[in-house]
């Protein structure tokens, strides 16, 4: 169905080619998942297969990619777009319509569908994705996961005979992420659609697919094969696998049922330790539902983010919320939400996509006004701050890296940033070498992945040093390496009595990095504790190793490979 001929593609203005040497086919009705490390041209090999690449991009393609036997040199996106649907790892930048059904209908009534066949498809699809009760909502006021959701619907309806995904399930919660693969099941077994994905976070995925193409490196030709295959030689592999290749196991498990019913022995192994880490104490917090914000509220974003702080003052605790209640639009987003973050503590909000997170940390920073109850940052009441003073009590690193990055260059990025921290010279740039190696003072922000372009906003928020770093989903878009980095900054900063909160859907994050979780439903909080308390508790937002190794309370690899060392 989708047939690569040595393929190689170099961008305008770039010394060596992003992909060479891609020659592979996916079959018709078959799920091929590529992976491999940020950066190695992942998007660009999708962007070939629905003609984005070349004739959006620019560049040079050299070599022949052919969908449904059409070649996509001398077919423009909109000559595929009957058999082709897209989704890329912006659903911002996917969008055409107002509203949740004018989205779905959008590209049946393109293809000049019937009505009839048209209303029974979104109605199909609603039910699907579990979008039903968000139909008539406008699409700006959605969390960035129903955003997601919406975009995949939107190139289901119209019944494309391949499907090409970058990141389907980044921004979405564990169950709403399993919803959306089981979809993407019953379409490639019961309809024989063929699917190309690209995703980061194996462990939800990995299991789904019935080949995995490798890209190794930057340049270097994909290498084709099972996913067992693949995942012995991967240089990123999910934790499942990694606790595999610790054990010993082979061949290696792809699933946590597999891991299972050989973790035997290495319960034993680790006998009655336990995995528990040491956390501060904690106290008791609730949540909200989450909504991008508009262009207006972006500004006042850049503004509050971009604006030169000064030294930060001395606080007892960064934030505190007490009874606080935000509305956004029609919806009821917080209800009274109480959270106290002390200095060093890393908490994790997590909760279904809408539960609130987004917004709470949007009245943390002041983007949105309260409805009742209060919010204090280091003191002071963050939507009535002026943007210099809040900015040396708080850092907000958002799910869309656009909102902080205008410059044309990194290196431009960087000197900015350094200028409105007040900071060293070179500040942000030494940063940015930490969570992205390999990146040049050169590139352009959008020439990279979303997960760099988030890594970007990282140092730039950093280099002003808040004594309060909120993060929205910071790992959409890294590999494991580079999310090990961004582990290891963070921790470093909590070390130095940096706050920290982050919105995420990573429970595999929240494992490896958080003292506490908050978790939240319906814009209330219905747990607030030790990470290991409240994760081990949850079958949805439990991590790989906890549900291998239960009863017992481990949470990630790095713990046992400890304990078995």
């Not at 958080?514 to 978790?519: D, F, G, S, T």
Request: net charge negative.
């Amino acid at each position: 169905m989708i047939r690569f001929e040595n393929v190689s593609v170099t961008y305008d203005g770039a010394a060596e080619p992003t992909v060479q040497g891609v020659d592979f086919e996916v079959p018709e009705g078959e799920l091929v998942l590529l992976v491999g490390p940020s950066g190695v041209g992942k998007s660009t090999v999708l962007g070939a297969v629905s003609g984005l690449v070349p004739h959006f991009t620019g560049g040079t393609l050299r070599g022949r990619v052919t969908v449904a036997g059409r070649d996509t040199r001398t077919h423009k996106p909109r000559e595929l777009a009957d058999v082709v649907g897209t989704v890329g790892q912006d659903p911002l930048s996917h969008f055409v319509t107002d509203t949740v059904e004018d989205e779905l209908a959008y590209g049946m009534e393109s293809l000049g569908l019937a009505p009839d066949v048209m209303r029974r498809r979104v109605e199909e699809t609603l039910d699907l994705l579990g979008l039903a009760d968000l139909r008539d909502r406008p699409i700006t006021t959605l969390s960035g996961g129903q955003q997601q959701r919406v975009a995949i619907g939107s190139v289901l309806t119209p019944h494309p005979r391949v499907l090409v995904l970058d990141e389907p399930t980044s921004a979405l919660d564990p169950a709403a992420a399993e919803e959306v693969l089981a979809v993407l099941q019953r379409l490639v077994h019961d309809l024989g659609t063929t699917v190309l994905m690209a995703e980061h976070r194996l462990e939800r995925v990995v299991q789904y697919a019935d080949q995995v193409a490798l890209l190794p490196s930057p340049g270097a030709a994909p290498v084709l094969g099972t996913p067992a295959e693949i995942m012995a030689v991967s240089p990123v592999y999910p934790p499942v696998v990694d606790l595999g290749r610790l054990a010993g196991w082979s061949p290696l498990p792809l699933t946590v049922r597999d891991a299972r019913r050989r973790a035997g022995d290495l319960r034993e192994r680790l006998g009655g330790q336990d995995g528990t880490p040491e956390v501060s104490p904690v106290t008791t917090a609730p949540p909200q539902p989450e909504a991008p914000p508009t262009s207006r509220l972006r500004l006042r974003l850049r503004l509050r983010l971009r604006k030169k702080p000064t030294p930060a003052p001395t606080t007892a605790s960064p934030a505190e919320v007490h009874a606080l209640a935000v509305r956004r639009d029609r919806v009821q987003a917080l209800r009274h939400v109480d959270l106290t973050v002390a200095p060093g503590e890393t908490i994790a909000l997590m909760g279904r996509n809408g539960a609130g997170k987004s917004t709470l940390l949007s009245a943390l920073v002041g983007l949105v006004e309260p409805a009742a109850g209060s919010v204090r940052v280091g003191g002071a009441v963050p939507h009535r701050t002026a943007p210099p003073e809040l900015v040396r009590r708080v850092g907000l690193v958002p799910q869309e890296p656009r909102d902080l990055l205008y410059a044309d260059t990194v290196a431009a990025e960087c000197a900015a940033a350094d200028r409105d921290a007040g900071a060293a010279p070179g500040t942000c740039r030494a940063l940015v070498t930490e969570l992205l190696p390999g990146v040049t003072d050169d590139i352009h922000p959008r020439d990279l992945s979303e997960g760099q372009r988030l890594a970007l906003a990282l140092a730039v928020v950093l280099a002003a040093r808040p004594p309060l770093l909120l993060l929205d989903e910071p790992t959409r878009g890294l590999d494991y390496a580079a999310k090990a980095r961004l582990v290891a900054v963070l921790r470093g900063l909590a070390a130095e009595g940096h706050a920290i909160v982050l919105a995420t859907h990573d429970v595999e994050l929240a494992a490896e990095l958080v003292h506490r979780v908050v978790l939240l439903a319906d814009g209330e909080v219905i747990a607030d504790g030790p990470t290991a308390d409240v994760v081990v508790a949850s079958p949805s937002f439990a991590p790989q190793v906890t549900k291998i190794l239960a009863p017992q309370k481990w949470l990630t690899v790095a713990q046992v490979r400890e304990a078995l060392a």
